[in-house]
């Protein structure tokens, strides 16, 4: 049984309290460099990332220790940090001086030696300073602690290798829940069983209707023996699609032989938000009692957690975390280690802290990574690498804060002023920097550090957390600002001024994500082409792009053009009355559930008052900005009235995808816009950037994007093989070669071009 050192420790040498205090941490990037700095330093004589094997009660471990110095006899670990040592707590000491003794532990057995010196080095990144906390120890002794560790884990490692022969069994001979595939949806199975098991990476355009959960989870599953694959990740971009994976992994199960011996584990991973039970309190055991005595209660909930056959939910490991007295998001944060099968959100992998990829990389796993909705992905991952600082936020925080923060308070509210005035000619536009504002990352650098030590021993308060997380989440991209960002200063009035980074190329930040993985799907309705994907997602350049056929034939669906209607921005109060006509002649011709899209609120009110200026008994109704769940939920009740309707609604807003209309629910839809973003300033700028990268600035900034939303929204019509409905494209537009190929094939009668 292969075992990591790392993951030996973090399993068997945890003890005490869950303690997540504010305690701010170098970046992947600046630990990584902070470790090579301080090996650079050693000179002669000293060897880095050292490997050390052997075996330990029937374990094989494994490692690599940061330097050795053989002649010395010494050892070293380095651990990086930010700011005051004394911040690390005493759990995480215990863990590193574990790791380094584990690691003693195999070199005096390796190399044969009898006693050895060990250094655990913290290494402070900011102030570019080593702490070494050195001792010397006998191999005898240090193999006694191995033992001890190994012994703990052996138990569990036995158990976990029995579940993996007994999972990897069953999956070989897994049985699709149906009787039959649907139309497409055996193609869509064996594309992926292929894709998975040849260890590729494919972007996969699957039509809506081929019952794309099912299709892709069925056989990434019957691929994992195959594959060796040791974990399959399903990743979504709305919490919808997440219930929809944990459906589909229900329904597998139970068409099982006996399902109740179903020996696979899957976890749903949901945000702190959603699982903590103590929204107020700070994430340590002087605060929360389910924080107190959290790795000391850990392991039994962990055992039970493992034994449960059903998908671990939200719910049910809540269950579980409250019989033991456990905080449950952490509880699911443990298990994400021993599932087979995760199905979160996308930052879970992808973002700057993403748990996942953490968890792949220490220890190699071999994992099957798909991705559902991906036409979403791009805009999803430019979030996750963006961050807005805000002057407001500081002066609020600034007139009650304590007065041992006073100081770094006005120090960053000085930076603030020195940038509005270098800024001044802007006025109140937004004005894009070539660099970041020079002094403001010291300041918050010494702000953070402030804030950090206030926190830490003072009762929770949200505004000073708030800018805390602010200003870390600034610092950390700040750290790697570079081509594929851009800063924007805004000052709308005094006061009020916001610096931003915003990502434009998240591939820059992907690329390494998608490597680790052993074999990656993106799936969607629409990916088309599969080149803007690969190119701003940081695919591999042997990445494949696939697009299945439909179940629909365009004899189901009639697609209108309009040549004589143009939505340009111009154009717009001409074109009010001709769409009003256009829609009101279609509803009397055909009665039933219309959506009509259009590219802003004001457009979509000015065409919905016309409409009842000029057809007054036309039933309608519309969205409109920040409309809560339950007004979203009764404008989607309207469609399923016996009472016909118009529904306005503004393109790429929450109607215009992931909702199902089937039937009669919705016969038609119009389009009056090409989805295309605004032509501002800052979209100029993205296209000279992604000009300057791709050589299709144009494209990938306006005309992707904008027919994508089209294809998604036009997409609600045809929902089933027996479903029949009719799309109006409003815009001259629509109708032009290189806007057209970017649309369905299948929306089209080959024999009419």
């Known amino acids: 049984m292969k075992v990591a050192v790392r993951t030996l420790c973090e399993f068997a040498a945890r003890r005490g309290d869950l303690d997540f205090r504010y305690t701010p941490a170098p970046s992947s990037e600046e630990g990584i460099a902070g470790h090579q700095l301080v090996q650079s330093r050693r000179?002669?004589?000293?060897?880095?990332?050292?490997?050390?094997?052997?075996?330990?009660?029937?374990?094989?471990?494994?490692?690599?220790?940061?330097?050795?110095?053989?002649?010395?006899?010494?050892?070293?670990?380095?651990?990086?940090?930010?700011?005051?040592?004394?911040?690390?707590?005493?759990?995480?000491?215990?863990?590193?001086?574990?790791?380094?003794?584990?690691?003693?532990?195999?070199?005096?057995?390796?190399?044969?030696?009898?006693?050895?010196?060990?250094?655990?080095?913290?290494?402070?990144?900011?102030?570019?300073?080593?702490?070494?906390?050195?001792?010397?120890?006998?191999?005898?002794?240090?193999?006694?602690?191995?033992?001890?560790?190994?012994?703990?884990y052996r138990h569990w490692a036995e158990q976990e290798e029995h579940h993996r022969e007994q999972r990897d069994q069953r999956l070989g001979e897994i049985r699709f829940p149906f009787a039959d595939f649907r139309t497409g949806q055996r193609q869509l199975a064996e594309t992926v069983y292929r894709n998975a098991v040849r260890s590729r990476t494919l972007l996969l355009e699957a039509p809506t209707g081929l019952g794309k959960t099912l299709g892709t989870l069925f056989p990434a599953l019957m691929a994992m023996p195959a594959g060796g694959q040791d974990r399959l990740f399903y990743l979504t971009c709305r919490n919808t699609t997440r219930q929809l994976a944990i459906d589909g992994m229900n329904a597998l199960r139970a068409a099982?032989?006996?399902?109740?011996?179903?020996?696979?584990?899957?976890?749903?991973?949901?945000?702190?938000?959603?699982?903590?039970?103590?929204?107020?309190?700070?994430?340590?055991?002087?605060?929360?009692?389910?924080?107190?005595?959290?790795?000391?209660?850990?392991?039994?909930?962990?055992?039970?957690?493992?034994?449960?056959?059903?998908?671990?939910?939200?719910?049910?490991?809540?269950?579980?975390?409250?019989?033991?007295?456990?905080?449950?998001?952490?509880?699911?944060?443990?298990?994400?280690?021993?599932?087979?099968?995760?199905?979160?959100?996308?930052?879970?992998?992808?973002?700057?802290?993403?748990l996942l990829h953490a968890l792949v990389n220490q220890n190699q796993w071999r994992a099957s990574v798909l991705v559902d909705e991906a036409h979403n992905l791009v805009d999803r991952a430019r979030g996750m690498y963006s961050v807005r600082l805000d002057q407001q936020r500081l002066l609020r925080v600034k007139k009650t804060a304590p007065k041992s923060l006073k100081a770094p308070l006005n120090r960053v509210a000085r930076t603030w002023q020195d940038v509005g005035r270098e800024q001044e000619a802007a006025g109140t536009e937004p004005v894009f920097l070539e660099s970041l504002p020079n002094r403001l990352p010291a300041a918050l650098q010494g702000l953070v550090s402030a804030l950090t030590d206030y926190l830490a021993d003072n009762p929770p308060d949200l505004a000073l957390q708030e800018l805390l997380f602010e200003s870390v989440a600034f610092l950390k991209l700040a750290d790697q600002f570079g081509d594929h960002s851009l800063c924007e200063f805004h000052r709308p009035g005094r006061g009020r001024a916001s610096v931003t980074i915003q990502n434009l190329i998240p591939a820059d930040f992907l690329r390494e994500r998608f490597t680790a993985a052993d074999s990656v799907l993106l799936f969607s309705a629409t990916l088309t082409p599969g080149v803007y994907h690969r190119d701003l997602l940081g695919l591999p350049d042997d990445s494949r792009f696939t697009s299945l056929p439909s179940p629909f034939d365009a004899g189901q669906l009639q697609v209108r053009f309009t040549p004589d209607i143009s939505t340009r921005k111009p154009d717009r109060e001409a074109s009010l009355a001709d769409i009003a006509d256009l829609i009101a002649r279609q509803f009397r011709a055909r009665s039933g559930h219309y959506l009509a899209f259009f590219s802003s609120f004001q457009y979509m009110r000015q065409v919905s008052e016309a409409l009842a200026n000029r057809a007054p008994d036309l039933p309608q109704r519309s969205q409109h900005p920040g409309m809560s769940h339950e007004q979203r939920a009764d404008f989607l009740a309207g469609f399923r009235?016996?009472?016909?309707?118009?529904?306005?609604?503004?393109?790429?807003?929450?109607?215009?995808?992931?909702?199902?209309?089937?039937?009669?629910?919705?016969?038609?839809?119009?389009?009056?816009?090409?989805?295309?973003?605004?032509?501002?300033?800052?979209?100029?700028?993205?296209?000279?950037?992604?000009?300057?990268?791709?050589?299709?600035?144009?494209?990938?900034?306006?005309?992707?994007?904008?027919?994508?939303?089209?294809?998604?929204?036009?997409?609600?019509?045809?929902?089933?093989?027996?479903?029949?409905?009719?799309?109006?494209?409003?815009?001259?537009?629509?109708?032009?070669?290189?806007?057209?190929?970017?649309?369905?094939?299948?929306?089209?009668?080959?024999?009419?071009?």
């Open 256 to 354: 099982q032989p006996e399902p109740e011996h179903w020996s696979l584990r899957t976890l749903e991973l949901v945000s702190k938000d959603d699982a903590c039970e103590h929204p107020g309190k700070a994430c340590h055991g002087d605060s929360c009692p389910l924080a107190k005595g959290f790795f000391d209660r850990l392991p039994d909930a962990r055992a039970e957690a493992a034994q449960v056959r059903e998908p671990l939910t939200r719910e049910r490991l809540a269950t579980i975390a409250a019989g033991h007295e456990l905080c449950p998001y952490f509880l699911a944060q443990e298990m994400a280690r021993w599932s087979d099968v995760v199905v979160a959100d996308v930052n879970r992998l992808f973002d700057q802290s993403a």
């Open 43 to 152: 000179g002669y004589g000293y060897q880095s990332e050292y490997l050390l094997t052997g075996e330990c009660l029937g374990l094989e471990l494994s490692g690599r220790a940061d330097l050795y110095n053989p002649h010395k006899g010494l050892l070293e670990e380095i651990k990086t940090h930010r700011g005051d040592l004394s911040r690390i707590r005493d759990h995480q000491r215990a863990l590193h001086r574990a790791q380094l003794r584990a690691y003693g532990a195999l070199l005096c057995r390796q190399e044969d030696r009898r006693k050895i010196t060990l250094s655990l080095v913290y290494y402070d990144t900011g102030r570019d300073r080593e702490s070494p906390v050195t001792e010397t120890a006998t191999a005898d002794e240090l193999w006694q602690e191995l033992e001890t560790l190994c012994r703990a």
């Open 641 to 753: 009235q016996p009472e016909p309707a118009v529904a306005f609604a503004v393109l790429g807003g929450v109607f215009s995808e992931g909702i199902d209309l089937p039937g009669d629910q919705l016969i038609g839809a119009f389009v009056a816009t090409l989805g295309l973003p605004p032509f501002d300033p800052w979209h100029e700028v993205l296209k000279t950037r992604l000009d300057a990268r791709f050589a299709t600035g144009y494209d990938y900034t306006y005309r992707i994007p904008g027919l994508q939303k089209v294809a998604q929204a036009a997409g609600r019509v045809i929902r089933t093989p027996e479903d029949k409905g009719v799309i109006w494209l409003i815009d001259d537009r629509f109708l032009q070669p290189a806007n057209r190929s970017l649309l369905p094939g299948w929306w089209f009668d080959p024999s009419s071009d």
